[in-house]
T-cell receptor, first 114, second 111 residues
Framework: EAGVAQSPRYKIIEKRQSVAFWCNPISGHATLYWYQQILGQGPKLLIQFQNNGVVDDSQLPKDRFSAERLKGVDSTLKIQPAKLEDSAVYLC????????????FGSGTQLSVL | GDSVTQMEGPVTLSEEAFLTINCTYTATGYPSLFWYVQYPGEGLQLLLKATKADDKGSNKGFEATYRKETTSFHLEKGSVQVSDSAVYFCALMEYGNKLVFGAGTILRVKS
C-alpha cells in the first residue's frame, strides 16, 4: 500500500514569511497527526484530527500555526508568520483505527527559517 | 504529564556487539509502550510494541520488555549489524491516543 505522502521535502524561508505543508495520509485512515521534530529532540504533537474534526490542538501555537483537514483526507499545516524557532522537521502520521495503535509516518518536511 | 526519558547518544558499536538502549517513562495510568526507528532519509517506523506489564515486544532481532515496577522499556539486540544504524525513539501512548516520544538515541554500527 502507498505510504503517507508529504510535500515539500525541504523548505527554506526568511522569518516573518509564511509557509504551508501538505500531507496525504494512507487511504482510509481516519486519524491524522502533525508532529514537530526539532533537531535533537523527539517529535512533539501539534494537532490530531479524527476525520475532518480536531481532537487535540492543545500544543498548537494558534497565534501563528493553523491546520485543516478538508473532507477528512488531505491536510495542510500553515505557519504565518514564521519565527527562527520554527526550524524543524514537520511530520505527518496517519492511523487506521484507534484500537490498532500503530501510526504510519511520512518522511517529513524539513523547514529552515533564516 | 506523561514523559519518556532515553539514554543519550550517540551509541557507537562494532558489528555483532550487544545493544542496550535504556528507556524509562512517567505516566498516570497504564500506557502502551513503543520503539520507533528512523533510518537515514526515511520516516519513523514502528519497530515493536508492548501493551501491558511483562509483555515482550520483538521484531528483527530487537526486543523490549514492559517493566511496570521499574517503569522501563529497554531495547536490546544480541548482535547488531551496520544496517541497524539509525535513530531509535522510545514512546508511550495513553489517553487520547497521543504518542509521547523520548528525545531519540543515535546508533552507529561500525564494520
Amino acid at each position: 500500500e502507498a505510504g503517507v505522502a508529504q510535500s515539500p521535502r525541504y523548505k527554506i524561508i526568511e522569518k516573518r514569511q509564511s509557509v504551508a505543508f501538505w500531507c496525504n495520509p494512507i487511504s482510509g485512515h481516519a486519524t491524522l497527526y502533525w508532529y514537530q521534530q526539532i533537531l535533537g529532540q523527539g517529535p512533539k504533537l501539534l494537532i490530531q484530527f479524527q476525520n475532518n474534526g480536531v481532537v487535540d490542538d492543545s500544543q498548537l501555537p494558534k497565534d501563528r500555526f493553523s491546520a485543516e483537514r478538508l473532507k477528512g483526507v488531505d491536510s495542510t499545516l500553515k505557519i504565518q508568520p514564521a519565527k527562527l524557532e520554527d526550524s524543524a522537521v514537520y511530520l505527518c502520521a496517519s492511523q487506521d483505527r484507534v484500537i490498532n495503535e500503530k501510526l504510519f509516518f511520512g518522511s517529513g518536511t524539513q523547514l529552515s527559517v533564516l | 504529564g506523561d514523559s519518556v526519558t532515553q539514554m543519550e547518544g550517540p551509541v557507537t558499536l562494532s558489528e555483532e556487539a550487544f545493544l542496550t538502549i535504556n528507556c524509562t517513562y512517567t505516566a498516570t495510568g497504564y500506557p502502551s509502550l513503543f520503539w520507533y526507528v528512523q533510518y537515514p532519509g526515511e520516516g519513523l517506523q514502528l519497530l515493536l510494541k508492548a501493551t501491558k506489564a511483562d509483555d515482550k515486544g520483538s521484531n528483527k532481532g530487537f526486543e523490549a520488555t514492559y517493566r511496570k515496577e521499574t517503569t522501563s522499556f529497554h531495547l536490546e539486540k544480541g548482535s547488531v549489524q551496520v544496517s541497524d544504524s539509525a535513530v531509535y525513539f522510545c514512546a508511550l501512548m495513553e489517553y487520547g491516543n497521543k504518542l509521547v516520544f523520548g528525545a531519540g538515541t543515535i546508533l552507529r554500527v561500525k564494520s
